[in-house]
């Protein structure tokens, strides 16, 4: 099983630019959802998916936008990038919702606006 | 103040000690995890723990709900246990809140 994978690992930006940062899973989960970690930040959620055709934000939901079309990909648009949205970023998804089921992560996407 | 307080937030160790690290929240959960994130950047789930105690290999998680504190513990620590962990609770909600992490360095 290849799990969640996520995509690009790397990813510079210029301020204003668009971009999507795809994720996959292939183990059925319902439950899909994005993070950012920043330097002496704890992850946090910026939108997340409990089935397919349901998003919902999270903490930090600003500047991103998302859509669950399948079961097995999430992907996140950033609409127009901002040096303020460098960070990394994680995908994870679970079988159930969060408090009932282990998270499955991504390798994360290193993206840096200038 | 976040809702979830890790300590201590860096923590070195020779290969062979005993390691423990304390996670802190505030209110009432519904479930506790520890993750490991991995100097490489990849993050795993260690334990997922809703009471009492789980052990896998070295490594041990418990949780106290009335004193609402979780300790994950980490027998003869070996250098490869170099990471960072992460400890984050659910409030019976489709949202996780993350602790902000103990670094962890074990040395040969």
């Known amino acids: 099983n290849a799990g969640v994978t996520q995509t690009p690992k790397f990813q510079v930006l210029k301020t204003g630019q668009s971009m999507t940062l795809q994720c996959a899973q292939d183990m059925n989960h319902e439950y899909m959802s994005w993070y950012r970690q920043d330097p002496g930040m704890g992850l946090r959620l910026i939108h997340y998916?409990?089935?397919?055709?349901?998003?919902d934000q999270g903490e930090v939901p600003n500047g991103y936008n998302v859509s669950r079309s399948t079961t097995e990909d999430f992907p996140l648009r950033l609409l127009s990038a901002a040096p303020s949205q460098t960070s990394v970023y994680f995908c994870?998804?679970?079988?159930?919702?969060?408090?009932?089921?282990?998270?499955?992560f991504g390798n994360g996407t290193r993206l840096t606006v200038t | 103040k976040n809702e979830v307080e890790q300590s201590p937030q860096n923590l070195t160790a020779q290969e062979g000690e005993f390691i423990t690290i304390n996670c802190s929240y505030s209110?009432?959960?519904?479930?506790l995890h520890w993750l490991q994130q991995h100097p490489g950047g990849g993050i795993v789930s260690l334990f997922m723990?809703?009471?009492g105690k789980k052990k896998h290999g070295r490594l041990i998680a418990t949780i106290n709900i009335q004193e609402k504190h979780s300790s994950l513990h980490i027998t003869a620590s070996h250098p490869r246990d170099s990471a960072v962990y992460i400890c984050a609770v659910s409030y019976n909600t489709d949202k996780l809140i993350f602790g902000t992490g103990t670094r962890l360095q074990v040395f040969p």
């Open positions: 998916s409990v089935g397919a055709g349901i998003t």
């Open positions: 994870a998804s679970s079988y159930s919702r969060t408090g009932n089921s282990p998270l499955h």
């Open positions: 209110v009432g959960i519904s479930a």
């Open positions: 723990l809703s009471s």
